[in-house]
């Protein structure tokens, strides 16, 4: 949208001057809007009572040229002005505190398949086959994530790592971060995990490696992710408004890593037979007490 003002805000205005299914779809809007950047375009037909040629007009009248355009604006001014840094921790610990009684697991499992079911689109899967791809061919992988999504980049160092010695993490000493990230070279890459707010430094790496040329992978929440701009490839969970943290980034690096087994099933397979062996003859686990 061109012009610079609150979305929300202007459906307000313009609501009381339309036809009655668009003024019925605008009152959903303005009560829901925090939900509305989730749904597709016939979710939001259904939960609102009007047809999807409605919502295609009402898209036109607020001057974009489709619904998905109108909805990225809705979720950004959702995300600007209801999520922060724990606002998922905060709403599932008030969630759990109103249903002290419930099943915990099956809820937070109903949860989670929720989200899953919404981020396997075509456009993710052919993103995620693009990026094994890149994966493939790179000299070395740098894996950069902080904070709670540090987690992530250290699965994706350990997994990608026992078949391939040309993978780190950039942040494992975060002093010198800025250096690795200078270190880096035109047949390296980087994959990006990156969860909405991001840190200031994770996206200052990323435009230094974007400026340097080196290709971007990203694993994010939600695609109004800044980093999405220096990116070559963006897997985007959207799921910033939903409360189960790292786990949609972690379905997908773990979707990333079985994929790079599979086109290298003879390295993978030469590498773990040599360390069950490793293991074996350096008596590591315990199999009976």
Same mark, same amino acid.
């Given at each position: ?46 939960? *609102? ?18 619904? *998905?355009?109108l909805k990225k604006d809705i979720l950004k001014n959702s995300m600007a002005t209801n999520i922060s840094s724990y606002s998922g921790l905060k709403e599932s610990f008030k969630n759990i505190s109103k249903n002290k009684n419930s099943d915990i697991l099956s809820n937070v499992s109903s949860e989670l398949l929720s989200i899953i079911e919404n981020f396997i689109t075509p456009q993710n ?38 078949? /391939? ?6 942040? /494992? ?41 080196? +290709? ?9 992710? +800044? ?37 290298? +099933? ?22 009976n007490e």
């Amino acid at each position: 949208m061109k012009e610079n003002i609150d979305i929300i805000d202007k459906i307000v205005k313009i609501k009381d001057f339309l036809p009655k299914k668009q003024k019925t779809l605008c009152e959903y809007i303005i009560l829901n809007y925090s939900e509305i950047g989730l749904m597709s375009i016939n979710e939001l037909s259904e939960k *609102s009572g009007v047809g999807t040629t409605t919502i295609l007009r009402l898209s036109k009248i607020l001057n974009y040229t489709s619904y *998905s355009d109108l909805k990225k604006d809705i979720l950004k001014n959702s995300m600007a002005t209801n999520i922060s840094s724990y606002s998922g921790l905060k709403e599932s610990f008030k969630n759990i505190s109103k249903n002290k009684n419930s099943d915990i697991l099956s809820n937070v499992s109903s949860e989670l398949l929720s989200i899953i079911e919404n981020f396997i689109t075509p456009q993710n899967i052919e993103q995620i086959n693009k990026a094994v791809e890149m994966i493939m061919k790179a000299k070395r992988v740098n894996i950069l994530g902080l904070r709670s999504s540090r987690a992530v980049a250290s699965y994706l160092e350990a997994m990608l790592g026992r078949i /391939s010695p040309n993978v780190r993490q950039l942040n /494992s000493d975060s002093e010198y971060l800025f250096d690795n990230a200078l270190k880096l070279k035109a047949d390296d890459i980087l994959i990006v995990s990156s969860l909405w707010p991001c840190t200031r430094r994770t996206v200052t790496v990323s435009n230094v490696c974007h400026k340097n040329k080196i +290709p971007i992978i990203l694993i994010t929440n939600t695609i109004l992710n +800044p980093i999405a701009r220096y990116a070559n490839i963006v897997i985007d969970t959207n799921s910033a408004n939903k409360n189960e943290g790292i786990i949609p980034n972690m379905i997908v690096a773990e979707a990333i890593i079985k994929e790079v087994w599979k086109r290298n +099933p003879s390295k993978f397979q030469e590498y773990l037979d040599t360390l069950e062996k490793l293991l074996e003859d350096n008596d590591i686990f315990i199999w009976n007490e």
